[in-house]
Nanobody, 127 residues
């Protein structure tokens, strides 16, 4: 069983920054793809960013490209999401997800075939 725990959410003014962390249990963390998603009130969950197993490839939604950065530290079993230039429309519950299989990360993103999800952390951006 793999567990994911998000942290770092909070309230920030528009234009500010926040860093989220996703701590992942499991001995094989370096073999997991990890992604971030978000869900705003009344809206469907949407993809935010994802990172490949070795951290060499990253993927972003157009809405966050250039403002958010995903990274990972395999020694700490942690994935990070640095969010800069935050906008009120970034307000949502942010979730991290892990894929423990062997599919290509683009397939995982496209099919949303993530195996495990965290409980989420709230990010609120005030105008």
């Amino acid at each position: 069983q793999v567990q994911l725990v998000e942290s770092g959410g909070g309230l920030v003014q528009a234009g500010g920054s926040l860093s989220l962390s996703c701590a992942v249990s499991g001995r094989a963390f370096s073999s997991y793809c990890v992604g971030w998603y978000r869900q705003a009130p009344g809206k469907e969950r949407e993809f935010v960013a994802a990172i490949s197993r070795n951290g060499g490839s990253t993927y972003y939604a157009d809405s966050v490209k250039g403002r958010f950065t995903i990274s990972r530290d395999n020694a700490r079993n942690t994935v990070y999401l640095r969010m800069n230039s935050l906008k009120p429309e970034d307000t949502a519950v942010y979730y991290c997800a892990a894929h423990t299989g062997f599919e290509d990360i683009m397939v995982v993103i496209t099919t949303e075939s993530w195996d495990y999800w965290g409980q989420g952390t709230q990010v609120t951006v005030s105008s």
